[in-house]
């Protein structure tokens, strides 16, 4: 999985010259067709990579010379809380951006307690772990409800999660809502459930948005222009899953 984030945080003389022939490397490997002057906006991208389950990740990030990684804090498939990283310090302090993705059993959006109570304190927990590491933002599955239940009750229960976070001070890190396509009732699948989904928590200042070309893909978005239609809608685009599909064109399978 290939991440792209802007680069926003100011970095020296030293660290730009590295940043850059790390590119030019990754560059020099790619289809001509990518490197081709419809392209160039690569060039202002911190790019990156997600290690999946990497016991020393920064180590593998100098390794791999990329500029930002993804990492878990925790089991991704269970509710466990996350543990202080032993390299936090390191990974704070280092001049390659991270951001962690939540757990991937998080459904904000549910209308079942049982599910959307732990989910909201699984964001709460994770997105400290993040802050912790001095991650740039948590990612989040914008989640999904089942058959027959109201879409406007899973955009206010997103609306819920921020607001009742607010009442504690907010987030350790922005939350990132990530698009998803899976079945037909998720609630970030399309750009008419995204637009709902902003009239909900737009207006939170920690509510960013991270971008899946292969949810999109699955979700039966027209990839080309949906930058531009997305930003039309939030404004941002915190960060960029550049992933290819196995499945075709609306298929709905994530």
Same mark, same amino acid.
């Given at each position: 999985?290939?991440?792209?984030?802007?680069?926003?945080?100011?970095?020296?003389? &030293?660290?730009?010259?590295?940043?850059?022939?790390?590119?030019? $490397?990754?560059?020099?490997?790619?289809?001509?067709? /990518?490197?081709?002057?419809?392209?160039?906006?690569?060039?202002? &991208?911190?790019?990156?990579?997600?290690?999946?389950?990497?016991? !020393?990740? #920064?180590?593998?990030?100098?390794? %791999?010379?990329?500029?930002?990684?993804?990492?878990?804090?925790?089991?991704?498939?269970? *509710?466990?809380?996350?543990?202080?990283?032993?390299?936090?310090?390191?990974?704070?302090? $280092?001049?390659?951006?991270?951001?962690?993705?939540?757990?991937?059993?998080?459904?904000?959006? $549910?209308?079942?307690?049982?599910?959307?109570?732990? $989910?909201?304190? !699984?964001?709460?927990?994770?997105?400290?772990?993040?802050? @912790?590491?001095?991650?740039?933002?948590?990612? /989040?599955?914008?989640?999904?409800?089942?058959?027959? @239940?109201?879409?406007?009750?899973?955009?206010?229960? *997103?609306?819920?999660?921020?607001?009742?976070?607010?009442?504690?001070?907010?987030?350790?890190?922005?939350?990132?809502?990530?698009?998803?396509?899976?079945?037909?009732?998720? &609630?970030?699948?399309? %750009?008419?459930?995204?637009?709902?989904? *902003?009239?909900?928590?737009?207006?939170?200042?920690?509510?960013?948005?991270?971008?899946?070309?292969?949810?999109? *893909? !699955?979700?039966?978005?027209?990839?080309?222009? #949906? /930058?531009?239609? /997305?930003?039309?809608?939030?404004?941002?685009?915190? #960060?960029?899953?550049?992933?290819?599909?196995?499945? @075709?064109?609306?298929?709905?399978?994530?």
């Amino acid at each position: 999985r290939l991440i792209l984030r802007r680069a926003v945080r100011p970095v020296s003389k &030293m660290q730009a010259g590295g940043i850059a022939a790390r590119r030019a $490397s990754a560059r020099a490997t790619l289809p001509a067709k /990518v490197t081709s002057e419809r392209f160039t906006i690569v060039g202002f &991208m911190r790019i990156g990579a997600h290690l999946r389950e990497d016991a !020393a990740p #920064l180590k593998t990030a100098e390794e %791999l010379g990329i500029d930002v990684f993804q990492m878990f804090v925790t089991d991704p498939q269970s *509710w466990k809380k996350p543990q202080p990283h032993p390299e936090a310090e390191r990974i704070r302090e $280092s001049p390659i951006d991270v951001v962690v993705h939540s757990s991937y059993q998080i459904n904000v959006a $549910s209308l079942n307690n049982r599910l959307r109570m732990p $989910s909201r304190k !699984a964001v709460e927990q994770q997105a400290a772990a993040a802050a @912790e590491l001095g991650a740039f933002g948590l990612v /989040v599955h914008g989640g999904h409800l089942r058959d027959g @239940e109201d879409a406007a009750q899973g955009f206010a229960n *997103w609306r819920k999660l921020f607001d009742r976070q607010q009442d504690k001070g907010g987030f350790g890190v922005p939350i990132l809502i990530e698009n998803t396509a899976g079945g037909d009732h998720a &609630m970030a699948r399309t %750009l008419e459930a995204i637009d709902r989904l *902003w009239d909900a928590v737009g207006d939170f200042e920690q509510a960013g948005f991270c971008l899946d070309t292969c949810h999109a *893909w !699955a979700g039966g978005e027209d990839l080309v222009g #949906l /930058v531009e239609r /997305v930003r039309a809608i939030t404004g941002r685009i915190d #960060l960029v899953h550049l992933n290819n599909s196995r499945d @075709e064109f609306d298929s709905g399978r994530d």
